[in-house]
T-cell receptor, first 113, second 113 residues
């Protein structure tokens, strides 16, 4: 079946540090890939997405590139801010069949001023 | 604001009771998904409805049921509640015409005492 393996947290960084959160997946075919963010006390918000190999999703300074050869979709940001503190979820949706999202376990990120 | 609404925001009840969670999808979206977020299981897909019909089931307990009404709102019914049912329940909607992006509501936090 489909699965998403996400970097274990929690991750604590200083403001302006470089961020990488690793995500790899197992799926049949070429799924769509997503990063969702959950701020404290809130629901999930879509951060970025990519629908085919070599696509780069980007939003709010975050980027992730769909790497088919390594089945990865790592999240990066060049300079994090305190406001980026949240839980980040990597997810996939298969291109055929059931459209449910399969999520990773989530990575809690804390940015220290 | 994703455009997906969920009520109530919080629900506290006792073991053995029954509750109903309500979700209104974004205007025009025909698909509704229910997810459960718990500390031990992470984010798990429960069930998917499309235009009133059940399309897929995930790890949904037999004590749980859902339906989608003609006006497209959906209800998730949880009965014979157990302590382990305490979780955050999210609803998401999608139009199924795009690339599978799902928009999440703010969630209902259920506490079973």
């Amino acid at each position: 079946g489909n699965s998403v393996t996400q970097m274990e947290g929690p991750v604590t960084l200083s403001e302006e540090a470089f961020l990488t959160i690793n995500c790899t997946y197992t799926a049949t075919g070429y799924p769509s890939l997503f990063w969702y963010v959950q701020y404290p006390g809130e629901g999930l918000q879509l951060l970025l997405k990519a629908t085919k190999a070599d696509d780069k999703g980007s939003n709010k300074g975050f980027e992730a590139t769909y790497r088919k050869e390594t089945t990865s979709f790592h999240l990066e940001k060049g300079s994090v801010q305190v406001s980026d503190s949240a839980v980040y979820f990597c997810a996939l949706k298969p291109i055929f069949g059931n459209e449910k999202l399969t999520f990773g376990t989530g990575t809690r990120l804390t940015i220290i001023p | 604001d994703s455009g997906v609404t969920q009520t109530p925001k919080h629900l506290i009840t006792a073991t053995g009771q029954r509750v109903t969670l309500r979700c209104s999808p974004r205007s025009g979206d025909l698909s509704v998904y229910w997810y459960q977020q718990s500390l031990d299981q992470g984010l798990q897909f429960l069930i998917h409805y499309y235009n009133g019909e059940e399309r897929a089931k995930g790890n949904i307990l037999e004590r749980f049921s859902a339906q989608q009404f003609p006006d497209l709102h959906s209800e998730l019914n949880l009965s014979s509640l157990e302590l382990g049912d305490s979780a955050l329940y999210f609803c998401a909607s999608s139009d199924r015409r795009g690339v599978g992006e799902q928009f999440f509501g703010p969630g209902t936090r259920l506490t079973v005492l």
